[in-house]
């Protein structure tokens, strides 16, 4: 049962991976518009884009957020785990479980706090003056979606970490 959860909720926070790709993508094609926009004079467009940089700004910080959960579950994040390679495998295994924990806790406080945040933001009304003038809590209404993410996938790990050789991980980039 947790084995099926475990890969369809892969296959979701692939798919929200995919979407960070795309997000780059546009990125790039706002970035080069504006450019050319600013060096070629077209009749009728305008000369570059005041936005771009705004929007760039923020589809850098969506992508980031959309790939973070990806990431951690594909052990794409750097850790460093010289000591963890060089302790007894139980105790490495142990230290493997604490962080684990603090990680959910941090997900969870974060999860917490952005909800807090973004729904007083909303209440509030607040609004970014920038080129654009948008809603501040349409900025902060990733940050809890994504720290619960991290937590499902923080569950999954421990649950995994549960059901693995006692040792340390092998399941991430290792700077060992």
Not at 16 to 26: P, Q, T
Not at 39 to 64: A, D, K, M, Q
Not at 145 to 173: C, K, Q, T, Y
Request: hydrophobic share 55%; charged share 10%.
């Amino acid at each position: 049962m947790m084995e099926s959860l475990s890969r369809l909720y892969g296959k979701m926070l692939a798919v929200l991976a995919g979407f960070g790709c795309l997000l780059l993508f546009l990125m790039m094609l706002i970035i080069v518009a504006d450019i050319f926009l600013r060096n070629i004079v077209i009749p009728g467009l305008p000369i570059g884009l005041g936005w771009s940089n705004e929007v760039s700004e923020f589809f850098l910080y969506v992508l980031t957020l959309s790939i973070a959960p990806w990431l951690l579950r594909n052990g794409q994040h750097i850790r460093v785990d010289i000591f963890l390679k060089v302790i007894p495998p139980k105790t490495a295994w142990l230290l493997e479980w604490v962080g684990d924990l603090i990680g959910l806790a941090c997900c969870l406080v974060f999860a917490g706090y952005g909800t807090y945040a973004t729904v007083q933001s909303f209440q509030s009304g607040s609004v970014n003056f920038k080129t654009l003038v948008t809603p501040e809590w349409w900025s902060l209404a990733p940050i809890p979606i994504v720290f619960i993410l991290l937590s499902i996938e923080m569950v999954f790990r421990i649950w995994r970490l549960n059901h693995s050789e006692i040792g340390p991980r092998n399941d991430a980039v290792s700077s060992a």
